[in-house]
C-alpha cells in the first residue's frame, strides 16, 4: 500500500502503474469509482488476474462471477438477504457471541492475554458456519469444517505475504492449503447431500438457496453452484467482519472518549439486558463507529475491474481489455471528502449523507448493483458483538504501540492486537 499511495501523491487521482509485471489503470478519485460501479457498471465487469487466480481456488460464487451468469446469481441469491430474513438470524449470532465470551471467562479468570485477531476470526467463522449450515458448532462435521476454513485462510494469507512460489508448487505450506481445501470440498458436498435427503427448510442460507428458484426457467442451483456460494460467503464473509472488528477493538482501546460513549449507549438502550435485533437501530453511535472504522480500514482495500469496451474516465482513454485498480484505503482518505482524513472521529457520520448507504466518497461494502449483499447481515453481527463484548468485558490493550495494516486478503494487522480483559467500570 506504500507503493499506491506514493505513487498517489506524486501523480494524481489517476496514473498507469505496472504490478507484479502487469499493466494497470490506477484511479483515486470518488467521481471515477462512481462511473465504473454506478454510471457504466455494465462495461466494467470482475476479471483479470485477480479473479482468475481466486475463482481457480474459491469457485464462481456470487463474489467471484462475471456476467452474464452475475445476475442470476444474485436474483436466487437476494431473497435469503432481505431484512426479516436477517432478523431470523439474530438469535444464532447472540448465542454464539454469549458462547465466546463464556469461554473468555475462563481465560480471564486465568489473567491470560487475548489475541484479538485470532478471537474475532473464530467467532465470525462459527457465526457464518452455523448461518451457512444450522448445525452445532460442536458437531464434529462442523468442527472438521471450520479448521479446515481456519487452515486455507492462514495458508493463502502466508502466499500473499511472499507470493514467490506458485500455489501449485508442493510446499508444505501449500500442501496444506490445498488439503484443506479438499476437505472443505468434501464437509460440503456432504451438507448438501444430507440437506437434499430431509427436504426440509432448516433455516439455514443453504436451505433457502436450494429452494431458491430462476423465475424465468423454474431451475433450482446445482450442488456445485451451492459449493461455489457456500466457499464465497466463508471466504468473503467472515474474514471481512472479524478483519474490522479487530481494528474497532483496536481504535476503541486508542480512544477512551469513544469507548464512554459507546458503553453509555449500550447501558442506556439495552440496560443491562441481551441485545435482540429490533433495538439495533437505536445503537446509532455503535454503528457509526462501525462505519468510521470501515472508512479508514477497509476490508476490501483493493478492487479490481476490467473494461469491456473501450471508454474514457477523467478525459483519458481505457481501451478495452484494460485491467482497473482502486484502492479503498487510500479513497476513505481523500482529502477533498473528508476533512482531516487521519482523525478517528464516528461523529462525521452524524451529519454525513444520512440515511445513505453509499455517501460519496465511500466504499466499504462497494456501490451500484454489486453492493455487497451481505452488508446488513454483517452490520448486525458487528454491533451486536460490540454491545454484548462491552456489557461484560474491557479489552485493554497490553501495549500503546501504533498497528501498521498489512494488505492480504484482507485489511489486516501488522502485527497482533493483545489485550487483557478487565470488568466494565463499575461492575
Same mark, same amino acid.
Given at each position: ?52 487466480m ?14 452474464p ?54 467467532? @465470525?467463522?462459527r457465526?457464518?458456519? !452455523? ?21 486455507a ?5 502466508a502466499y ?8 501449485a508448487?508442493?510446499?508444505? =505450506?501449500?500442501? !496444506?492449503f490445498?488439503?484443506?481445501? !479438499? ?13 437434499r ?12 438457496m436450494?429452494?431458491a428458484?430462476?423465475?424465468?426457467? =423454474? ?21 471481512? @467482519? ?8 483496536? #481504535?476503541? =482501546?486508542?480512544?477512551?472518549?469513544v ?54 474516465? =477523467? ?30 472521529d ?16 465511500y ?21 451486536l ?9 474491557? #479489552?485493554?490493550? %497490553?501495549?500503546?504501540?501504533? %498497528? ?24
Amino acid at each position: 500500500m506504500t507503493f499506491l499511495s506514493e505513487v498517489i501523491e506524486e501523480y494524481g487521482d489517476i496514473v498507469s502503474v505496472d504490478l507484479v509485471g502487469m499493466p494497470f489503470v490506477l484511479i483515486n478519485h470518488p467521481a471515477d469509482v462512481d462511473h465504473i460501479l454506478k454510471r457504466h457498471q455494465r462495461n466494467y465487469d470482475r476479471g483479470g488476474p485477480t479473479y482468475t487466480m481466486a475463482r481457480a481456488m474459491f469457485g464462481n460464487g456470487l463474489f467471484m462471477a462475471a456476467r452474464p451468469g452475475w445476475l442470476r446469481q444474485r436474483r436466487l441469491l437476494q431473497p435469503a438477504f432481505h431484512r426479516p430474513r436477517i432478523a431470523a438470524f439474530g438469535e444464532l449470532m447472540s448465542d454464539t457471541i454469549d458462547s465466546t465470551l463464556n469461554s473468555w471467562q475462563q481465560v480471564s479468570a486465568r489473567g491470560a492475554n487475548l489475541d484479538v485477531r485470532a478471537e474475532m476470526s473464530r467467532l @465470525t467463522l462459527r457465526v457464518v458456519v !452455523r448461518a451457512l449450515f444450522a448445525m452445532d458448532p460442536a458437531d464434529a462435521m462442523t468442527r472438521r469444517f471450520t479448521e479446515a476454513v481456519a487452515t486455507a485462510t492462514r495458508e493463502l494469507s502466508a502466499y500473499l505475504r511472499f507470493p514467490l512460489v506458485p500455489l501449485a508448487v508442493p510446499t508444505p =505450506g501449500h500442501r !496444506r492449503f490445498h488439503g484443506a481445501l !479438499r476437505v472443505l470440498d468434501e464437509v460440503t458436498y456432504e451438507i448438501i447431500r444430507r440437506h437434499r435427503e430431509d427436504g426440509h427448510d432448516r433455516g439455514s442460507l443453504l436451505a433457502m438457496m436450494m429452494h431458491a428458484r430462476d423465475a424465468d426457467t =423454474g431451475e433450482g442451483m446445482t450442488d456445485a453452484e451451492l459449493r461455489d456460494e457456500v466457499f464465497a460467503m466463508l471466504f468473503a464473509g467472515h474474514e471481512t @467482519t472479524a478483519s474490522t472488528l479487530t481494528w474497532v477493538w483496536y #481504535l476503541i =482501546g486508542r480512544h477512551p472518549a469513544v469507548e464512554q460513549r459507546l458503553r453509555a449507549e449500550i447501558d442506556q438502550v439495552l440496560g443491562g439486558c441481551r441485545p435482540t435485533m429490533d433495538v439495533l437501530p437505536k445503537l446509532e453511535y455503535t454503528r457509526r463507529v462501525i462505519e468510521e472504522t470501515l472508512r479508514l480500514y477497509p476490508p476490501a482495500w483493493q478492487i479490481f475491474r476490467k473494461a469491456a469496451e473501450d471508454d474514457e474516465i =477523467g478525459g483519458y482513454p481505457i481501451p478495452a481489455g484494460t485491467n482497473v485498480l482502486w484502492c479503498s484505503y487510500h479513497m476513505h482518505r481523500h482529502r477533498e471528502f473528508w476533512d482531516d482524513p487521519e482523525r478517528f472521529d464516528p461523529d462525521r457520520f452524524t451529519e454525513r449523507d444520512s440515511g445513505n448507504e453509499n455517501p460519496t466518497g465511500y466504499y466499504p461494502f462497494g456501490a451500484g448493483p454489486r453492493l455487497c449483499i451481505g452488508n446488513t447481515f454483517a452490520m448486525a453481527e458487528m454491533q451486536l458483538a460490540i454491545a454484548m463484548i462491552l456489557q461484560r468485558h474491557r #479489552l485493554v490493550p %497490553i501495549a500503546d504501540k501504533t %498497528i501498521e495494516p498489512s494488505a492480504l486478503l484482507t485489511l489486516g494487522a501488522a502485527r497482533p492486537l493483545v489485550v487483557r480483559l478487565e470488568p466494565p467500570a463499575g461492575s
